[in-house]
């Protein structure tokens, strides 16, 4: 399936570090902060967490099916003393496989949101919000 947006999280820029810690890592030691690699297709989303270079940890894929997202939400807030404007896009999603039955049931309940801090949130949404209605259209 074609890729409609990709991209890796924590974006640059102070306003999408979590601390000005944070800020200076990705700048000075890019290899020694956790990073999320995003692909968005017509399917799902897909996104690797990929470790820092001192953890000795696998590398892991995650993918979030069109059918079991539930909602989303678009913020933007200030950060650090207003001065930086921050895009957040959460998506809610009922997660599939981990009852230990059948991969295609979801579980009861919602988990936490899965959280893309991006300065292209706004267009992220865009894509997945036109992707899901498809994806919806389908499955009836």
Aim: aromatic share 10%.
């Amino acid at each position: 399936m074609a890729t409609l947006w990709q991209g890796e999280t924590p974006a640059p820029g102070l306003a999408y570090s979590e601390d000005c810690c944070q800020c200076m890592s990705k700048m000075c030691c890019p290899c020694c902060i956790t990073r999320k690699l995003w692909r968005i297709t017509g399917q799902g989303i897909f996104y690797r967490i990929v470790p820092p270079c001192s953890m000795f940890t696998e590398v892991r894929q995650e993918y979030i099916d069109f059918r079991f997202l539930k909602d989303m939400e678009l913020r933007t807030r200030n950060t650090f003393a207003c001065c930086c404007r921050t895009h957040e896009f959460l998506m809610y999603a009922d997660q599939k496989g981990k009852s230990g039955g059948d991969d295609d049931e979801p579980i009861v309940g919602i988990e936490e949101p899965h959280q893309l801090l991006h300065p292209e949130a706004d267009k992220v949404e865009t894509i997945v919000r036109s992707a899901w209605s498809n994806a919806r259209l389908v499955a009836e």
